[in-house]
């Protein structure tokens, strides 16, 4: 299984990006896709995660109310939706993917077993 994460790049505070993760190998009906960020002398901390199944989103209390996740099950790809963008958003933003996540688990990096490259998103000030 891979996962390709792409879409990261440079814009001004207030501004939006769209990061798109396609999955190949294995075709996801249940568990979960999640995002994960990790900023420069940070650990990496969840972002956002939605259910292949239902569609369920999940969400951390900093991203609330500016990014949205979805997902393609028949594009086996998952997106985050980025606005408001703010410089303490910059980081390098993972994708990760995993098909027995528990509705409990789905905020935490140990409950995935297939994570993407990482795709860097920088906010100007």
């Known amino acids: 299984v891979q996962l390709q994460a792409s879409g990261g790049g440079l814009v001004q505070a207030g501004g939006s990006l769209r990061l798109s993760c396609v999955a190949s190998?294995?075709?996801?009906?249940?568990?979960?896709m999640g995002w994960f960020r990790q900023a420069p002398g940070k650990e990496r901390e969840f972002v956002a995660a939605i259910r292949w199944s239902g569609g369920s989103t999940f969400y951390a209390d900093s991203v609330k109310g500016r990014f949205t996740i979805s997902r393609d099950n028949a594009k086996n790809t998952g997106y985050l939706q980025m606005n408001s963008l703010k410089p303490e958003d910059t980081a390098v933003y993972y994708c990760?993917?995993?098909?027995?996540?528990?509705?409990?688990?789905?905020?935490?990096?140990?409950?995935?077993?297939?994570w993407g490259q990482g795709t860097l998103v920088t906010v100007s000030s």
């Open positions: 990760a993917a995993d098909g027995s996540v528990l509705l409990s688990s789905v905020r935490y990096e140990t409950s995935y077993d297939y």
């Open positions: 190998g294995r075709t996801f009906r249940s568990g979960a």
